[in-house]
């Protein structure tokens, strides 16, 4: 009976892999969210991604710090000098050589399933073309509406990409002030973290989960300096990022400023302000549809940041190859499984250098433990746990572990 069911859990697993690719994105954007005040507020759900993420706390914002173009740029891959959004109005956008990213994901895979969730009407009326399937305007009533409809869609076993919008920390910055000493912006990004919280528990509870490849991406449009934003001050344009996965590495970039497009006289764009060697080097917001849309397309072997026809101004985040093959499964031994008590992880391939996550979920989804091993043999006691089934996580390696 045992090994029926087994058998018959595998064939569905099986199965499921092939209704859709097993390469799938994750964009959760947060309005309006300074770094000062991200990392000041208590974030948990969000910072449990930080261990296995590319991240940054210093990003800069390189364009006009209003959200229409803002989101417009971390949806194209491309500067509002290509894109042409310039305000809220979405006026003179540029879609049709400029397209959202899952259009250009569709020229490679038109099967992919693509949804947007947001509360901010306007972005969904104008950001949403035929590259989504599945476009969600939430009431902008708080934050749970939105993770609820999140979490319908990552109950779509066949969803590819999903796109979660919250308004709320920037509705707040715009009535109280953007301010890390602003206790009602603080509690906002807190609040938002909870709701992010629910929608991370509900993509860890897919019952495919462990043979899907999720790249999470994190990130904010702008910052904000008294009530508003627009303008071009460290405090408007000091945002943060990350991108979580086994596809990147696991490291904190600090990256100076490198200067902003939105620098123009007549409004032509003056370049003097850019400082294109350290833009080559920094997490900036195109960067967001140009990783994206490379993890979605990856088994092409085309690489976007450089596809002419595309024209595209982000760089992809993704780790090359020989560096994501670093761990297969077979270089990793769990024992003994099931397990009462000490469970050891062995591979040659956990070293200082490699760094190389180790995480343990449980079914629904919580993170129970999480380490970067510097040593071969890596020992978890299990007796806190409850007991079930678990998923084991090293790097791009996921095993299950039945905890006795
Ligand atoms: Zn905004």
């Not at 000041?40 to 991240?55: G, I």
């Not at 749970?144 to 979660?164: C, G, K, M, R, Y």
């Not at 994206?292 to 993704?318: M, R, V």
Request: glycine fraction near 6%; charged fraction near 15%.
């Amino acid at each position: 009976m045992k090994i029926f069911y087994v058998t018959f859990f595998l064939t569905l697993n099986f199965l499921f892999s092939f209704s859709s690719q097993n390469r799938k994105v994750l964009i959760i954007g947060i309005d309006g969210t300074r770094s000062d005040a991200f990392q000041q507020a208590n974030t948990p759900h969000l910072d449990a991604l930080l261990a296995s993420s590319t991240y940054s706390y210093d990003s800069w914002h390189t364009g006009i710090t209003w959200s229409g173009p803002s989101w417009t740029t971390i949806l194209t891959g491309v500067q509002w000098n290509k894109h042409l959004v310039t305000s809220n109005s979405f006026s003179n956008h540029d879609f049709l050589n400029y397209p959202p990213f899952p259009t250009l994901a569709k020229q490679l895979y038109p099967n992919l399933n693509c949804s947007i969730v947001a509360e901010w009407d306007p972005l969904v009326d104008n950001i949403t073309n035929a590259g989504w399937n599945h476009a969600v305007k939430v009431p902008d009533t708080g934050n749970w509406p939105t993770a609820d409809s999140a979490v319908v869609e990552l109950q779509n076993p066949d969803i590819d990409l999903l796109f979660a919008y919250f308004d709320k920390v920037d509705v707040t910055g715009h009535t109280s002030t953007f301010s890390p000493s602003n206790p009602l912006y603080i509690s906002a990004i807190q609040d938002v973290d909870s709701a992010v919280g629910r929608v991370l528990n509900a993509l860890y509870a897919r019952p495919t989960y462990s043979s899907e490849n999720w790249l999470i991406l994190v990130i904010t449009d702008h910052g904000g300096k008294n009530f508003g934003h627009g303008g071009n001050s460290n405090e408007e344009r000091h945002i943060w990022w990350m991108a979580s996965g086994s596809v990147v590495a696991h490291q904190q970039i600090n990256q100076a400023d490198p200067g902003t497009y939105n620098c123009h006289l007549n409004n032509v764009y003056d370049s003097t302000c850019v400082n294109f060697a350290l833009l080559k080097s920094s997490p900036t917001h195109p960067d967001i549809a140009v990783t994206a849309l490379h993890h979605l397309i990856y088994e092409s072997g085309i690489n976007p940041e450089t596809k002419p026809e595309w024209n595209l101004d982000g760089k992809s985040w993704l780790l090359n190859p020989s560096e994501v093959n670093e761990i297969a499964g077979e270089n990793v031994s769990v024992y003994p499984n099931p397990v009462e008590g000490e469970l050891t992880v062995r591979s040659s391939r956990f070293t200082v250098e490699n760094k190389i996550s180790l995480e343990l979920f449980s079914v629904d989804g919580r993170k129970v433990f999480s380490s970067i091993p510097v040593s071969e043999s890596m020992k978890i006691q299990t007796e806190n746990f409850a007991k079930g089934i678990y998923l084991l996580k090293a790097g791009s390696v996921s095993k299950k572990i039945v905890i006795e």
